[in-house]
Structure formats: C-alpha cells, structure tokens
C-alpha cells in the first residue's frame, strides 16, 4: 500500500463525493479503500462515480457482474473480485455461477448462458490483447446484444479495468474475504 497517498475518512470526504457514496457506505458498513485513496482528486472521482453508472446503459446486472468479476479476476483484484462474488450472490446468480465466470474458460462452463459465453470471450480477448484485434469478437457481441448495449460492454470492460490499475497500483486489499474462503451465501 502507499503510504504517500492518505487516505480520507468517511466524515472528511469532500461533500459531493460523501454525499454520492453515503448509501454505498451504509449499505456495506464501510467506506472503500478505493474511495478514500482517490478523493484527492474529487471532481475526477465524481466523474468515475458517474461514469461508473452511466456505463452499464441497459445491461442488466448479471451482464455488468460477468463484466467486472472477469476482469477483477483476470487483473488479480481481490478488492474488487470479493466484493461483486457477494453482490453476484446476493443478486441471486448464485456459487456456481460465480465460479464459472472466474474460470475464465467460457466455452467449457455450462453454468454460463450463450451471450455471456460470448461477451466473456470477448472481455478475455479485450483485456489480455488491450483491445487489439478483437473486431470480429466484438462483432459477435454486437451481433447478440445490438450495438448500444454491446458499448454498454465496452464502456463498463474499461471502467473496471481502469478501477483495476488503479486498485492494483494503491496496493489495496480486499475488505472482505472471496465467498468461496468465508462460505458467504448472501
């Protein structure tokens, strides 16, 4: 972790990001390490705040799960990965889902659907090759979903791989352990 980069406390965040995360914050008991790192820069945090939800368009939430925990687990964030593994559960996707996803093997996991093989396949294929020759996979997403929400994928596949450096870079931890460590069944 780098100690050069203090964090702030919940009560001393700058308003309009206390105010956009005080839900978050009651809902999970805790303030993230990411949010308390990364308030130095509030206008730019609001920004990601906001992109953070604007991002997923009109995906549905097992779209944009299958989007964060690929990459989350393929970047190595615990942070991040046990966190949407709780959120997943409590969505109602389920262990098993979970672990198929984490796999990131999309064609041998029976547990996920025909889009979610492909947009897995793709969001593999983006993030391992940073988007480089990926057009006829993206192709295929465009070809399940339509072009708007296959954006939707796009946008929400670099919001997570943006929050994954970042993550990756502060040296944070995970607040929580993974479900599969804790038993965590929602």
């Known amino acids: 972790m780098s100690a050069q980069i203090p964090r702030f406390s919940f009560e001393d965040l700058p308003p309009a990001i206390a105010d956009g995360l005080r839900s978050k914050v009651e809902r999970l008991g805790y ?91 793709f969001v593999i294929a983006a993030v391992e090759r940073d988007g480089a020759d990926t057009g006829d996979l993206l192709d295929d997403v465009v070809e399940r979903l339509g072009v708007a929400r296959a954006v939707a994928v796009l946008f929400v596949m670099a919001r997570y791989t943006t929050h994954a450096i970042i993550v990756n870079s502060l040296g944070i931890k995970a607040p929580v352990p993974s479900i599969f460590e804790d038993g965590f069944s929602g």
């Open 31 to 121: 303030l993230g390490e990411f949010f308390a790192a990364t308030a130095h820069q509030p206008e730019a945090l609001k920004a990601f705040m906001d992109f953070t939800d604007l991002s997923k368009g009109e995906l549905d939430m097992r779209t944009v799960e299958l989007i964060a925990l690929t990459v989350a687990t393929m970047k190595r964030v615990a942070y991040e990965k046990n966190q949407h593994e709780r959120l997943a559960v409590k969505l109602g996707f389920g262990r098993d889902w979970v672990e198929a996803v984490e796999a990131l093997s999309p064609r041998t996991q029976a547990d996920l659907g025909d889009d979610e093989r492909v947009i897995q396949t």
